[in-house]
């Protein structure tokens, strides 16, 4: 099985005017992610943020749940924080999973609009359960990522669809859906 890591991206992002822009960081991506990510078995959720005091309010965060009041208060909180990295860009995030794996990881990305490197979530599960290469599964914020920047991905995740014509998730929600597709027990086969 190839060790699974998941990264948000901040910049460069779409905003509704497909004006590029760097996001905020929220607090509920942070919180939310970080305990999917742990439920899932991630090795690392990366919050890939360029500027310096997004990922210095994001530290203070984390460490209030990591060591703080927050730790002995809240301590499934500490743990969903242990395998979660800041990191400045993807260049960084890639060099840690180099590092960690011995190889550079499959980078695979979400999004709404559908692009000729398309993949099916059977075809990614069985890439994840067969193969051994590192997967770095990246998710945007605000409109998405950039066209040129999404160019340079080795896979792009079908888009999550619902049951109505609206198709606008929020991050926490897409990414929670995707590690279930890709991750979670196979329950369609009990």
């Avoid at 943020?49 to 499934?76: C, E, F």
């Avoid at 190889?103 to 000729?116: C, G």
Wanted: aromatic residues 12%; negative net charge; glycine residues 6%.
């Amino acid at each position: 099985m190839a060790p699974v890591y998941i990264g948000l991206i901040h910049y460069p992002i779409y905003n509704k005017h497909m004006e590029v822009i760097t996001t905020a960081l929220t607090n509920y991506d942070l919180h939310d992610i970080a305990r999917t990510a742990r439920t899932y078995d991630v090795r690392t959720y990366f919050i890939i943020h360029p500027v310096k005091s997004q990922r210095d309010m994001a530290a203070l965060i984390m460490n209030h749940w990591k060591t703080g009041l927050g730790s002995t208060y809240n301590p499934n909180r500490r743990e969903a924080f242990e395998e979660t990295a800041l990191v400045s860009d993807l260049d960084e995030a890639v060099s840690r999973i180099t590092g960690d794996c011995g190889e550079k990881p499959l980078i695979v990305t979400t999004d709404a609009r559908v692009y000729p490197n398309t993949v099916s979530y059977p075809f990614m599960r069985r890439q994840i359960m067969e193969e051994t290469q590192p997967v770095l599964i990246l998710f945007g914020t605000g409109y998405g990522m950039t066209r040129e920047m999404m160019k340079q991905f080795d896979y792009i995740l079908e888009p999550v669809y619902g049951r109505g014509s609206y198709n606008h998730l929020c991050v926490r929600s897409a990414a929670a859906i995707i590690m279930d597709r890709l991750l979670g027990e196979a329950w369609w086969e009990k």
